[in-house]
């Protein structure tokens, strides 16, 4: 009875600890969500992706992927996807469908 009782706790210790809850961001993953917001309005006032603009949006897709429910002044990683694709739409066509792909289908 005890070593049922016993692997019955250690399951649901692994269980619980598992989950894992959300993934917290290290500063220098908060600085390459807000370079790629940066980077989106940037372009979008300019009508054409600048500079290093592509590096910074692959870096936030990594990420996206890596960390979806992440937040960034309240908002999820996911949640920021949403808002930057359409911003993109008539700025770069390429850059546009791969957050618009993850922003509809989600990050993960």
Not at 12 to 39: F, H, I, M, R
């Amino acid at each position: 009875m005890k070593r049922v009782f016993g692997v019955a706790a250690a399951f649901a210790v692994l269980t619980v600890g598992g989950c894992g809850g959300v993934a917290n961001l290290d500063p220098g993953e908060v600085d390459t969500v807000n370079q790629a917001k940066s980077a989106v309005t940037n372009s979008k006032v300019k009508g054409a992706l600048q500079s290093g603009a592509g590096h910074v949006l692959n870096e936030f897709m990594i990420l996206c992927r890596e960390k979806p429910l992440s937040e960034v002044d309240g908002d999820t990683l996911r949640e920021i996807m949403v808002v930057l694709a359409p911003e993109l739409k008539g700025v770069n066509q390429t850059y546009f469908k791969k957050l618009n792909r993850l922003a509809t289908n989600g990050c993960d």
